[in-house]
């Protein structure tokens, strides 16, 4: 019969993963929860002003940008998580209880979760409008809305599952050494579950890119070719790399970590390179709000518009509402559909 810990400190579980524990602020303690929360606070203001300019644009009122407004929420969701994470770090981390510790690990995992699956549903959406050539999804409110539920409870299950059993409570020797509560089984499962992400997201941005690619080819032989086509298939292109560059850079150095800790490899030393490979996860919150948000005009404006309300806010300044030309904001292709002058 298995004895388990329960009414241990969090120290027992970081003595037994031999993972330090300090009592007193270092200067790289300070420098990482200084560097921590500022990204935090960034990461706030930026997805906070994303949701802002969905909400009361009545342009943006379409499936892609109910899901950006989503990607701009599980962001914000992972801002406050690792804000929360920052004041609970250090040396007052031996002052957590077990189920204080649970919850500071689960608002990271659920968020980042949330964030990634959020990514993967973009891309598959942006995939499906630029096949067919299309301005907006078809995909009704409705299934949008499904679509959002499901990647909600998707990260709940993820970042919930260790509290609820899935730990080391009751088997000491399976604990990891980041996480020390964590069995290093769930690790593995949580590290491949986001690689499998990623690699499907490459698989169809590769999809995207080589599409656009070879429309762009065929598309100037003909002497109808419009220029303003030319420099939207440029732009998706442009950002379609940074998207994956992005990702690459910021999420692949964690899983990679975790799951050489998951793996138990004596010889990695993952407690080094702990926090700043979470920390460039973190940043990827605030490069998805740049990417998929600033790149947009509409977007833009938007902002200025936000930005600039309390200058405006004693005058009798009214929004106007840009109209649509055929020669600025979207390009008529061979097949009679639109296609939008914007990198989303």
Excluded at 47 to 69: E, M, Q
Excluded at 277 to 286: H, Y
């Amino acid at each position: 019969m298995k004895h388990c810990f329960y009414n241990e400190t969090v120290g027992f579980f970081y003595n037994n993963s031999r993972k330090e524990l300090t009592t007193y602020w270092r200067t790289k303690d300070v420098l990482v929860v200084a560097l921590g929360l500022t990204v935090s606070v960034i990461v706030l203001l930026t997805n906070l002003l994303v949701i802002t300019a969905i909400i009361i644009n009545r342009r943006f009122h379409y499936p892609i940008y109910y899901l950006l407004g989503n990607l701009a929420a599980a962001d914000l969701f992972a801002g406050i998580a690792y804000m929360f994470l920052m004041f609970h770090t250090g040396p007052r981390t031996a002052e957590l209880s077990l189920k204080t510790w649970f919850i500071r690990q689960s608002l990271l995992d659920t968020s980042l979760t949330a964030s990634v699956v959020n990514l993967l549903a973009i891309a598959v959406e942006r995939h499906q409008t630029v096949f067919t050539m299309q301005l907006h999804s078809k995909m009704s409110n409705q299934r949008v809305m499904i679509l959002i539920f499901c990647i909600w409870v998707t990260a709940l299950l993820l970042g919930l599952i260790p509290s609820y059993g899935w730990h080391c409570l009751c088997a000491l020797d399976k604990c990891s050494r980041m996480a020390p509560l964590y069995s290093r089984s769930y690790l593995i499962f949580w590290a491949i579950s986001n690689l499998v992400i990623f690699l499907v997201m490459v698989v169809v941005y590769t999809h995207i890119f080589i599409y656009v690619k070879r429309k762009m080819t065929r598309m100037s032989k003909h002497t109808s070719f419009h220029p303003r086509y030319k420099e939207t298939m440029i732009s998706l292109v442009k950002t379609v790399t940074i998207i994956l560059s992005a990702f690459v850079i910021c999420w692949t150095p964690g899983q990679v970590v975790l799951l050489l800790d998951g793996l138990g490899c004596k010889s990695c030393n993952v407690l080094a390179v702990e926090k700043y490979v979470l920390l460039l996860a973190e940043i990827n919150s605030l490069i998805n709000a740049i990417v998929y948000s600033y790149r947009d005009n509409e977007m833009r404006s938007t902002f200025r518009r936000i930005l600039c309300f309390v200058c405006y806010r004693n005058s009798k300044y009214t929004p106007t509402v840009v109209k649509l030309n055929t020669t600025d904001r979207r390009t008529l292709s061979q097949n009679g559909h639109f296609t939008v002058d914007s990198s989303i």
